[in-house]
């Protein structure tokens, strides 16, 4: 059973930044696709931006696109999430999941994530 932590959140002031961190136990990282969630206060738990097995391909929700970026070091099994020029409505709980099943094509799909960490808080004030 993999465990997953997250760090870094905190609160800033919009168009600030913030790195989120993705620890991930095992030794079996490098083969599943991971993702990064948010939830706000009375939300669902929406995608946020997803990077495949390979570190090759990235998905990103619209509104995130152009600001956020993910990556990750299968050396560190380790996932990353810098996000820049924030706004009050990334104000959330990001949550790191990783995909079900190992290797095939990258998903945005909240059903086939799991393994959640406790999530991070991240506040951003206008």
């Known amino acids: 059973q993999v465990q997953l932590v997250e760090s870094g959140g905190g609160a800033v002031q919009a168009g600030g930044s913030l790195r989120l961190s993705c620890a991930a136990s095992?030794?079996?990282?490098?083969?599943?696709?991971m993702g990064w969630f948010r939830q706000a206060p009375g939300k669902e738990r929406e995608f946020v931006a997803t990077?495949?097995?390979?570190?090759?391909?990235?998905y990103y929700t619209d509104s995130v696109k152009g600001r956020f970026t993910i990556s990750r070091d299968n050396a560190k099994n380790t996932v990353y999430l810098q996000m820049n020029s924030l706004r009050p409505e990334d104000s959330a709980v990001y949550y790191c999941g990783r995909k079900l099943l190992a290797y095939g094509p990258a998903t945005t799909r909240l059903a086939d994530f799991g393994s959640w960490g406790q999530g991070t808080q991240v506040t951003v004030s206008s």
């Open positions: 990077i495949m097995w390979n570190g090759v391909n990235t």
């Open positions: 095992g030794r079996t990282f490098d083969i599943y696709t």
